[in-house]
């Protein structure tokens, strides 16, 4: 990927990491009301049990959806800690990724699962995690929203066992550290497959990426991270470490990457 394609694709991340944080502001304020709110259908304990949410309620506990949700906002907002959302088949779809707008956010919050079979579209981002922790996102489908998972300020997340199709980005992180993105698969998401801008501690593994302008980027501030037997064929460029950053500045591992061109060289198996 050239340089300016590149340094716009940092810029936007930094520049959603701040967005994310001006929006989950309220988003923590509504969630508190909620918390304390006098309404069973609203109310959020870790203990809960909700099905049938609406578009832009805040849910906590074990949530199940029983149909389809087509947002004009925002989807679903977690309020709580030990949430667990089931999608159970069905879809959230969301007003385009040109919107502000978020598929399920996750704001400051502890130990939340989102659970497939289900899927996320059409927004800005289809899952948000800011400053939360013990996050889990798996076997769900993300399609055309300009970041399919992003996460700002996070530890120990997981996103593995879906399918991304179609994003500007399949997963991002900002600040995140000991995130495990493992076993995607990831086709068609133009800018990047996976996105790390000052994250560290983390594994990318296990992953099939392609038709991507990077499959798999770090930035130069990312480091201590492990690059392992992902399989990154069929993008503009494969692999990229810091815009060719030798890896032993950063310390970053690559090994058994199954892959083609790779920036500095020499981080593929089979290839350059």
Do not use: W
Not at 80 to 99: K, L
Not at 242 to 263: A, H, M, R
Request: with cysteine.
């Amino acid at each position: 990927m050239n340089r300016t394609t590149m340094s716009y694709m940092v810029a936007t991340l930094v520049s959603l990491a701040a967005l994310g944080t001006l929006i989950m502001q309220p988003t923590l304020v509504a969630a508190t009301t909620s918390n304390t709110g006098t309404s069973p259908a609203d109310s959020t304990s870790g203990s809960s049990a909700t099905t049938n949410p609406a578009c832009g309620q805040v849910v906590s506990g074990n949530v199940t959806l029983t149909s389809n949700l087509n947002c004009s906002g925002d989807g679903l907002i977690v309020g709580n800690d030990d949430t667990t959302i089931n999608m159970n088949g069905y879809t959230i779809d969301g007003p385009g990724r040109g919107s502000s707008k978020v598929g399920i956010m996750i704001p400051a919050s502890a130990h939340v699962e989102i659970n497939g079979a289900g899927q996320v579209r059409d927004f800005q981002a289809g899952v948000l995690a800011t400053g939360s922790n013990d996050v889990k996102v798996s076997r769900l489908i993300f399609g055309e929203n300009q970041i399919a998972v992003f996460m700002t300020g996070t530890r120990n997340t997981i996103v593995s066992e879906n399918i991304m199709d179609k994003n500007t980005i399949a997963v991002a992180a900002h600040s995140a550290r000991g995130a495990d993105i493992e076993s995607n698969v990831m086709d068609g998401n133009a800018l990047a497959g996976v996105t790390f801008v000052n994250s560290l501690d983390s594994t990318i593994a296990g992953n099939n990426i392609q038709g991507s302008n990077d499959g798999i980027f770090l930035d130069p501030q990312s480091h201590n991270n492990v690059v392992n037997s992902n399989i990154a064929k069929q993008n503009t460029e494969d692999i990229n470490n810091g815009n060719g950053l030798p890896v032993n500045i950063n310390n970053n591992d690559f090994k058994d990457n199954l892959c083609t061109l790779s920036t500095p060289s020499g981080l593929c198996k089979g290839g350059q």
